[in-house]
T-cell receptor, first 110, second 116 residues
Framework: RKEVEQDPGPFNVPEGATVAFNCTYS??????FFWYRQDCRKEPKLLMS???SGNEDGRFTAQLNRASQYISLLIRDSKLSDSATYLC???????????FGSGTRLQVQP | EPEVTQTPSHQVTQMGQEVILRCVPI?????FYWYRQILGQKVEFLVS????????KSEIFDDQFSVERPDGSNFTLKIRSTKLEDSAMYFC??????????????FGPGTRLTVT
């Protein structure tokens, strides 16, 4: 089983749509959770950390369910500039290595 | 805004040659990392470095790899004898929270290594 699994994508959505990405992780010792964004041939950039109570940053909402080992990202009112690959990332308690999922590609169309 | 820088942006080398990839982490950061991403695949952790020694490494980081902080600003990744399968984008990252491993790791723009 993969350590971090994501929806395969690609997701093609019109501008203004709401889109949700899901992610599951296999190691229950995972402690910290993130969504990173990666544009084509660029470096990963932190979009948001994911907290147990769920958190929101503008149009982006992240949820964590530790019991199900499941993380989600909701993007509301999609913009063309949201087109990118979204990476689900976890790290284990006491470790600094980040474990990345393979990413879900989003294409927002006009 | 401070940023991680990496040089070169693209390195082409022949199989068996040694390469050194260079990174300048953000100046007040204390933890440094190397990751790699083979084209079309996920980002993979290689090594983390703190206080002039390796703190974690992955199975990928074998004897062919080494890291060094030769001075107060640079952080390098050396591959002693490159293989075709070392072709990838190599990302350097840094972070500054000693006590909080959940703190953001800032990634550099990467060095694309092509082994021929």
């Amino acid at each position: 089983r993969k350590e971090v699994e994501q929806d395969p994508g690609p997701f093609n959505v019109p501008e203004g749509a709401t889109v949700a990405f899901n992610c599951t992780y296999s190691n229950s010792a995972s402690q910290s959770f993130f969504w990173y964004r990666q544009d084509c041939r660029k470096e990963p950039k932190l979009l948001m950390s994911v907290y147990s109570s769920g958190n929101e940053d503008g149009r982006f909402t992240a949820q964590l369910n530790r019991a199900s080992q499941y993380i989600s990202l909701l993007i509301r009112d999609s913009k063309l500039s949201d087109s990118a690959t979204y990476l689900c990332v976890v790290n284990l308690a006491g470790r600094r290595a980040l474990t990345f999922g393979s990413g879900t590609r989003l294409q927002v169309q006009p | 805004e401070p940023e991680v820088t990496q040089t070169p942006s693209h390195q082409v080398t022949q199989m068996g040659q040694e390469v050194i990839l260079r990174c300048v982490p953000i100046s007040n950061h204390l933890y440094f990392y190397w990751y790699r991403q083979i084209l079309g695949q996920k980002v993979e952790f290689l090594v983390s470095f703190y206080n002039n020694e390796i703190s974690e490494k992955s199975e990928i980081f074998d004897d062919q790899f080494s890291v060094e902080r030769p001075d107060g600003s640079n952080f390098t990744l050396k591959i002693r004898s490159t293989k075709l399968e070392d072709s990838a984008m190599y990302f350097c990252a840094s972070s500054d929270r000693l006590q909080d491993p959940s703190y953001e790791q800032y990634f550099g723009p990467g060095t694309r290594l092509t082994v021929t």
